[in-house]
């Protein structure tokens, strides 16, 4: 099927380009502004000549209109460009902060975190997100939705990875909105006494009061976990190894309520309310019943972001059902894509939306094609066959982004989502009938163990697949050529499944030996490199030497660096790692590396080209320095903080360049 010969398509395309643009060149303003203006006013005269020779320009204008709109979308977004940005209000060490409690993140074992929209700085009124950390241990009180804070302090700066290929949460929070954070003590905030409640409050104390009547009923500590995660939107009290169990099946999405859950209940809905297609405007009515319906569950699932999103998408998809016409749903999901993205175009890089759409529009042009390849007389063999279409369909749209994105993928994704997704539209309508039962103080206790039994079913089943470990493959390496690449293979070989011809083969050749090109040139770039680091980790020093495909790891505790020396193993290509003891100073050509520790020991006729300092050594820096003058000095994480303000002290003083981890991130060292 042609994709690109709907007009939703190639504007959503057009959107996107836009938005990336956006992202990546960072075009004043009044760029953008003014590309808008000139394409909509070209395209008044052509509309008013109305002659069929100025068509191919009619299209090209069209599409740098839709392009620049992404871009003016984008930058509009963005807080340097919103005036009454809290970025742009003139602060103060004391300044004061009235915020109000937008949502409860999960805790972390360090703090309680929140997002919080801001209202005023001192007397000035200003807007935008902000990130509200309360450390653990201070015996505070949790923070709910529409709670509203006087905090006296300062904004603080997200901090950036410290180490390479770690993850990027400073990136991460400014895709949502927030550009800093504040920190609360028992000391430097208040409620205020006046709160006025919002959608978001209302929704929050909804979920708490089911949450509570759900508590009551004596349902297991690991069922209802995963019962609020269905049907709340609340993974907070997923418990580790069962979040672990589900992730190895191939099956995380189904405790995320997202596109999977929504378009369950859309399709239950339609079955439901089938017999309103008999009266007169009956499809119109139902029509309005399923969104209604529809929002109605996203209030219920706390009206996130995710879910706002995917719930916006099968509004458009009901009205796609209730056209009735085959070609609507390309149509219809890609203006919904279109619409969500002119409203919230930094959604683009959520990997929420990003995996929902793909999977959304492999199962529209996939699944078709594979009932039309197998279609089996027997009933049962017919739906199984249907699961199992879906669930290839799925994972065929979303396989390059997980390979991305996790690094990670089970080979019997198929088993866990064809023992599980046909109930889970049982498991969502009973729940939901659960809720209105507990809200009604009816709750019998027969539906109570009846619903235990089957959530405890789904968890022992997902629990059966994931100890399979063998066919869970793990750690791969995948960078964004690769992404590319994985999906011009899957398109191209869809296009030749629908139609086998020269052409097409060629094409699809052409995308596997470009991924096979791309591969040899990721092995060839890892055998050449050679890198040393000094990673930061807090009490612990950690040093890596890669040579090739190899990692040499130096630390004093190794049992500590195994996630952070994963993600750099994955990233770069790597396949050996070796773990050794710290030694005193390390050789590599002409640099030599001397390390002093606890002990303060050091010998003083070396000349290292670089001196690291950890554990907190007790030594006169100042008269090292006189004795070694190394080129640089680093000092790690394994310090006291009141020890590396003196050594910089004593550096700059000495005129010696001086690095901390902490702050400056991992040093590497140039090998010669």
């Known amino acids: 099927m042609g994709l690109f010969r709907f007009i939703s398509v190639r504007l959503s395309l057009g959107l996107i380009a836009g938005i990336l643009l956006g992202y990546f060149l960072r075009p004043a303003l009044s760029l953008p502004f003014i590309l808008v203006g000139l394409g909509i006013l070209i395209l008044g005269i052509l509309f008013v000549l109305k002659r069929q020779s100025y068509f191919p320009f009619f299209e090209i204008v069209s599409a740098l209109l839709t392009i620049s709109i992404g871009t003016l979308t984008f930058s509009l977004s963005q807080p340097e460009n919103l005036s009454d940005h809290y970025c742009h209000v003139s602060k103060t060490e004391n300044s004061i902060w009235h ?15 929140y997002i919080a929209v801001v209202r005023k700085i001192d007397d000035q009124s200003t807007t935008g997100k902000i990130m509200v950390n309360v450390p653990s241990g201070t015996g505070m009180d949790l923070l709910i939705v529409d709670d509203e804070l006087l905090v006296l302090g300062s904004l603080k700066d997200i901090k950036v990875p410290l180490n390479p290929h770690q993850f990027n949460y400073k990136n991460y929070l400014n895709n949502l909105g927030i550009a800093g954070q504040l920190t609360l003590t028992d000391a430097n905030y208040f409620k205020s006494i006046s709160q006025p409640h919002t959608v978001y409050g209302t929704a929050a104390r909804l979920r708490e009061k089911i949450s509570s009547k759900l508590r009551e009923s004596n349902f297991g500590e690991v069922q209802l976990g995963i019962i609020k995660a269905l049907l709340l939107g609340q993974r907070n009290d997923i418990l580790k190894e069962t979040w672990d169990d589900y992730k190895n099946a191939g099956a995380v999405h189904i405790l995320a309520v997202s596109g999977l859950h929504i378009g369950i209940i859309l399709l239950l809905l339609q079955f439901l309310l089938t017999p309103l297609e008999r009266f007169v405007h009956g499809k119109t009515v139902k029509l309005v019943l399923i969104v209604l319906l529809l929002w109605g569950f996203a209030f219920l699932a706390g009206l996130s972001a995710s879910v706002v999103r995917a719930v916006a998408m099968f509004s458009f998809l009901a009205y796609a059902l209730f056209l009735n016409r085959p070609t609507s749903t390309f149509n219809i999901l890609a203006l919904s894509m279109f619409f969500i993205l002119l409203i919230h175009p930094m959604f683009l890089f959520q990997v929420g939306f990003q995996m929902s759409y793909a999977a959304v529009f492999a199962i529209a042009w996939v699944y078709p ?74 709750l019998p206790p ?177 008269r090292t320095l006189d004795y070694l003058r190394p080129k640089i000095v680093i000092a790690d994480g394994n310090n006291y903080r009141s020890y590396i303000k003196r050594w910089k002290a004593s550096c700059d003083k000495a005129n010696i360049p001086f690095n901390f981890t902490g702050e400056d991130g991992a040093f590497s060292l140039e090998l010669e």
Request: aromatic share 14%; charged share 15%; with cysteine.
């Open 446 to 622: 027969l539906l109570v163990d009846l619903y235990d039994f089957l959530i405890g079913t789904m968890n022992s089943l997902i629990g059966w697949v994931a100890g399979h470990e063998a066919f869970i493959f793990r750690d791969i390496p995948f960078d964004t050529i690769e992404l590319f690449l994985g999906y011009a293979i899957i398109i191209s070989l869809i296009y030749l499944c629908t139609e086998v011809n020269y052409k097409r083969s060629v094409v699809l050749l052409l995308a596997i030996i470009g991924f096979q090109l791309w591969s040899y040139v990721r092995l060839y770039q890892t055998d050449s490199k050679e890198n040393f680091l000094v990673l930061h980790q807090t009490g612990n020093t950690v040093l890596l030497h890669q040579s090739g495909s190899r990692l040499h790891i130096f630390t004093s505790d190794s049992t500590r660096t195994t996630h952070m020396v994963l993600n750099y193993k994955v990233a770069e290509n790597a396949k050996d790692v070796t773990y050794q003891k710290l030694n005193n100073g390390y050789l590599w050509g002409n640099n030599s590396v001397l390390i002093i520790d606890s002990l303060g020991v050091y010998p003083t006729r070396v000349r290292p080209n670089y001196l690291l300092l950890t554990q907190s050594p007790r030594i006169n820096l100042d």
């Open 99 to 113: 915020i109000k409690i937008r949502e409860v993140l999960k805790s972390t074992p360090f703090s309680d975190r």
């Open 369 to 442: 094609m594979l009932q039309r390849f197998w279609f089996p007389k027997n009933i049962l063999l017919q739906r199984g066959w249907q699961l199992v279409s879906v669930s290839i369909a799925a994972q065929l749209g979303v396989l390059p982004i997980s390979l991305f994105y996790f690094h990670q993928f089970s080979g019997l994704f198929f088993v866990s989502n064809l023992l599980i997704v046909p109930f889970l539209g049982i498991l969502l309508g009973m729940g939901i009938l659960v809720i209105a039962l507990a809200l009604l103080n009816f």
